[in-house]
């Protein structure tokens, strides 16, 4: 159920179903909180490549690298979320590890 967590909106699924095990509730909060993040990330990063791509033409192509890359850093995230639950630990991002508690 960890792995599932860490799969956008699958993370539903171990909310839902595993309502005695607070450390797969945990992980389901924080693969909740990581997808919402990672939505307005990587919409403001859309809008910042397009207002640059329509004030400066052609470096908003170069900006819209970043998206890619933005992406890539998002799987290895999720891998390494993945790797440290299935080992019983936690991955945290300090800004973002507070807001699971919270729910």
Request: with cysteine.
């Amino acid at each position: 159920m960890i792995v599932l967590a860490y799969l956008w909106l699958l993370a539903l699924i171990p909310l839902l179903v595993e309502k005695d095990d607070s450390e797969v509730q945990w992980h389901a909060k924080y693969g909740l909180v990581l997808t919402v993040v990672e939505v307005v990330v990587m919409i403001a990063l859309q809008v910042v490549v397009m207002v640059i791509g329509a004030v400066s033409g052609g470096l908003g192509c170069v900006f819209g690298l970043l998206l890619p890359l933005f992406m890539l850093a998002i799987l290895i995230v999720h891998v390494l979320c993945i790797v440290k639950g299935l080992k019983g630990e936690r991955f945290l991002i300090p800004p973002i590890s507070d807001y699971p508690d919270r729910f």
